[in-house]
């Protein structure tokens, strides 16, 4: 399982998060009329230390972590990873501005997870310089 | 009047002051420079400091605190200045009298903090 799930990082590193890949995959939505889950989150704005970060300058990726209870621990391996901040496509479509990834399509972690069973998310956020927030609280997803 | 070579380096001390606010401003400050390099009074001439930060000892391609301020500190944001966490920078200051330049001060080192960020919240499948 856990080596399965290390893969799914590999992949997910790879393509921004998936949702299609590209610059964009990180946050992109479901399409019109589709009901996916995706998991949101607000981007931290402080350290530890409770002094202020910048997640534009600051954040360098998320984790993602998947169990099937709440028991998240320092030795689990993240499901998938995604770039804190993607370059868009500005409005007017000769530059691009830098975006927030606020948003994972979970679509993205059907093929490793079983329909029906109910699962705990959880994500950490790396700064530039590699370290790691604590596990954010757990969400439930039911896998439906 | 009699044209001076401007300012010791050696005469110029930095120290940093980190004051660890929630608007995460630290302090570069340095000591006045009062003399010029034959040991002579400066007096009432303004002297203006510039303060730069680099990667290198040797303070290549520097990048600017401050510029032209007659104050002997500087603040300045990690975040702002995108002063690389977890590494090693060096700060320099130069003092400037009458339009000439003195040599950069001799490097400071400093390790910039490292801090683990705090983890996302409002968590929430949509």
Redesign the interface.
Known sequence: MMIALATLAVLLAGCGGGGGGGAEGAQASPGPGSSA??????????????????PY???DY?EFYLRSDTNFADNDVPVAQVSAVTNVLAPDGSSYVPSLTIVFN?VNLQPFTQQGRVYY?????????????????????NNT | MKAKRVILSSVLVIAIVIC?????AETLSWNAVTTYTDGSAIGSATVTYTAVWSTSASLTSPTTVASGTSSTSAAFSI??A?M????TIYFGVKATVGGVDSAYSTALSWAVP?????????????
Do not use: C, H
């Not at chain 1, 981007?43 to 230390?49: A, I, L, Y």
């Not at chain 1, 998310?121 to 997803?141: C, E, H, N, Y």
């Not at chain 2, 660890?20 to 995460?24: L, Y």
């Open positions: 889950p995706s998991l949101a989150w607000d981007p931290p704005t402080t350290f530890s230390d409770n002094t202020l970060l910048d300058v600051e954040l998320y979970l998310l959880s994500i950490k956020s790396v700064g530039m310089d590699g370290l790691k927030s604590g596990f954010s609280t757990p969400v439930v997803w | 660890a606010s929630v608007a995460r975040s702002s995108g690389p966490r977890g590494s490292s801090l683990s960020p705090s983890s996302p919240g409002n968590l929430r499948v949509q």
